[in-house]
């Protein structure tokens, strides 16, 4: 892909330009870090509300993750909109990753 296709790319989405890089990962980032707090307390009022497979909890924190992505065009409206998802599925899964690391297990994973 040459570099005027990957330029259009870029601006068909509404990517920031910088100093000549394209900044998309470190508004993921930044966008996701915000919206992990909410993505989280979001789960857990979830979690509180209904009795849930424990198997279905990641893919459903995935998919309110990208629907708070989504809602929060509002909150950021320079945002492009499919950064904004994208963050918001990252968050969701980052919410679980880190309810996974601090939750307390017993054993190994092969016993």
């Known amino acids: 892909m040459n570099e005027e296709m990957l330029q259009l790319f870029y601006q068909s989405f509404g990517y920031l330009e910088m ?7 470190y ?5 996701s870090s915000a919206l992990a707090v909410i993505t ?29 992505g ?22 969701g899964s980052a919410g679980v990753g880190l309810h996974e690391t601090f939750k307390k297990r017993e054993g190994y994973t092969k016993e």
């Open 19 to 25: 100093s000549g890089r394209y900044d998309i990962f």
């Open 27 to 31: 508004q993921m980032a930044g966008y």
């Open 40 to 68: 989280t307390a979001v789960i857990a009022a979830i979690k509180s509300a209904f009795t849930l497979p424990k198997n279905v909890l990641p893919l459903l924190s995935i998919i309110v993750g990208a629907l708070v």
């Open 70 to 91: 989504l809602a929060s065009a509002y909150i950021f409206p320079g945002a492009s909109l499919p950064v904004l998802i994208w963050a918001g599925a990252l968050s």
